[in-house]
T-cell receptor, first 114, second 113 residues
Framework: AQSVTQLGSHVSVSEGALVLLRCNYS??????LFWYVQYPNQGLQLLLK??????LVKGINGFEAEFKKSETSFHLTKPSAHMSDAAEYFC????????????FGAGTRLAVHP | DTAVSQTPKYLVTQMGNDKSIKCEQN?????MYWYKQDSKKFLKIMFS???????INETVPNRFSPKSPDKAHLNLHINSLELGDSAVYFC????????????FGPGTRLTVL
């Protein structure tokens, strides 16, 4: 079975600072990994996805994530936080043949302060 | 031009009532999903349909019954509502590929009193 652990339910950064949101996964078969963002009172929107083509994945809004198999991690980063990045971020995992069934982590709330 | 739409956006009802939530997607996708997001923001899949066929059915009380009249619509009917059913319910859709993005609706906030 697959699972995802997001370390830190709340992360607070200053505007312009580095954003690092942590995600570790567990999967007995090669996983596919996703980061989604949820702005207040909205649905989820895909930031980026790892599909085994490249370990460093670039997404929208300046975010990127690196797949590290040895560490079973897929941490999300952004070099410089913007106020508009304040949202809930979800890491998710799925596997081939799984009908695209996403297993989500518990989410990390990112706060950005001036 | 909403890709995935849900109605209603808010639903307040009494315990024991029966209610439905509707979802429609205009993306031409084959697969649709229902997710439940609880008060702690935890998201869990409930059901998935592919071309009107049920393909994922998680451990959900049988008071919850999804219905897909066509591949663009997936409705969720809930019988005998309980306090614990209060949550935000999200509909999503995707193409068949496992690597395809799931597009989420705006959610329906259900409050059971």
């Amino acid at each position: 079975a697959q699972s995802v652990t997001q370390l830190g339910s709340h992360v607070s950064v200053s505007e312009g600072a580095l954003v690092l949101l942590r995600c570790n996964y567990s999967s007995s078969v090669p996983p596919y990994l996703f980061w989604y963002v949820q702005y207040p009172n909205q649905g989820l929107q895909l930031l980026l996805k790892y599909t085994s083509a490249a370990t460093l994945v670039k997404g929208i809004n300046g975010f990127e994530a690196e797949f590290k198999k040895s560490e079973t991690s897929f941490h999300l980063t952004k070099p410089s936080a913007h106020m508009s990045d304040a949202a809930e971020y979800f890491c998710a995992v799925t596997i081939s043949g799984g009908y695209n069934k996403l297993i989500f982590g518990a989410g990390t709330r990112l706060a950005v302060h001036p | 031009d909403t890709a995935v739409s849900q109605t209603p956006k808010y639903l307040v009802t009494q315990m024991g009532n029966d209610k439905s939530i509707k979802c429609e997607q205009n993306l031409g996708h084959d697969t649709m999903y229902w997710y439940k997001q609880d008060s702690k923001k935890f998201l869990k899949i409930m059901f998935s349909y592919n071309n009107k066929e049920l393909i994922i059915n998680e451990t959900v009380p049988n008071r919850f019954s999804p219905k897909s009249p066509d591949k663009a619509h997936l409705n969720l009917h809930i019988n005998s509502l309980e306090l614990g059913d209060s949550a935000v319910y999200f509909c999503a859709s995707t193409d068949r590929g496992v690597l395809d993005e799931q597009f989420f609706g705006p959610g329906t906030r259900l409050t059971v009193l």
